[in-house]
């Protein structure tokens, strides 16, 4: 019943039976027969079906949610009796929005110091795809915003808070100067992150409130793609600075506070919310908030202009 569950909550994951196959590593053939199997012991149809998979019925979509709490809870009864045993070891798959890449080592390096048997794989996601991710199981926690759009039923621990600079070259327009406004830095040849993602939703959202809007001349969801193109001096970007200080920029590029406004978005850990965690979770979320303090801490050790005030 259990391995029937997951592959159904794959399938409502992926949309397209062969592809939910694969991610659970069987045939669509058995996947699909296993689906039958669930719907003929539970005597409900689970899945609207034509040529292809076309939704869940009503009754599939409560049986959905029953999945999910079932099979994380039997995930969770496992990992507990394997810490009981072994101690805490294990895998966690963590989905991180591109801005916060960075600043994931900051919460890996000191969690694997406490337990050397936990092992990582790091993905970057849009905020969307963390939180979907997050529902269907496929992650363990992500680094998202917290505080722009709705999260729904998780638990968070904040991290840090982002705010954002135009970064460019000395000797383009407006690099000479110690502040910029996000009406100024609309008029510059831009490279920014594509629509998908939450941070150009941040960007759009405060041009717009400075009556202006945003033409990049070039769009990608890679951050190190922006940082390649503003290297040539010919493009400038918007970005946290933390994410812009993690790839030691040369003494050519400038990093320049944007107000009015001077805003902050809130980053955090999400996991999803349920008592108990599994063990590696909830270790986790204790390691993200050690880490927060720390990682407040240093914020605050910048001025608004974002030079450090101790050395």
């Known amino acids: 019943m259990i391995d029937k569950l997951e592959f159904f909550i794959a399938l409502a994951g992926a949309g397209h039976f062969g592809r939910a196959a694969e991610e659970c590593g069987v045939s669509q053939p058995t996947l699909s027969a296993a689906i039958r199997q669930l719907e003929d012991q539970l005597g409900v149809v689970l899945v609207v079906r034509g040529s292809r998979y076309q939704g869940l019925t009503p009754e599939g979509q409560r049986v959905l949610e029953w999945a999910r709490r079932i099979v994380s809870d039997t995930r969770t009864m496992r990992e507990e009796m394997r810490a009981a045993r072994k101690g805490l070891a294990g895998h966690i798959r963590l989905a991180v929005i591109p801005t916060a890449l960075a600043m994931v080592p900051r919460l890996t390096e000191p969690f694997q110091a406490r337990h050397p048997a936990v092992t990582f794989s790091v993905t970057s996601r849009t905020s969307l795809l963390v939180l979907s991710q997050l529902e269907n199981l496929e992650i363990d926690a992500g680094i998202t915003y917290l505080d722009n759009e709705p999260l729904g039923r998780v638990t968070t621990v904040p991290l840090y808070s982002e705010r954002y600079h135009l970064i460019a070259a000395t000797g383009t327009p407006l690099a000479d100067q110690n502040s910029v406004t996000w009406k100024e830095v609309s008029s510059l040849r831009l490279c920014l992150l594509t629509p998908d993602m939450q941070n150009r939703r941040i960007i759009n959202k405060h041009m717009a409130e400075a009556g202006v809007w945003p033409k990049p001349t070039l769009e990608s969801n890679s951050m190190i793609v922006l940082f390649s193109h503003i290297r040539t001096g010919q493009w400038a970007s918007i970005m946290p600075r933390n994410v ?54 240093d914020r605050n050790l910048l001025s608004s202009d974002g030079k450090p005030l101790l050395t």
């Open 244 to 297: 812009a200080e993690s790839f030691g920029f040369p003494e050519q590029i400038r990093m320049i506070p944007i107000v009015e406004p001077d805003a902050e978005h809130l980053v955090g850990l999400v996991a999803t919310h349920r008592e108990p965690h599994t063990p590696l979770v909830s270790a986790l979320l204790h390691e993200a908030r050690l880490r927060a303090a720390a990682l407040d801490f």
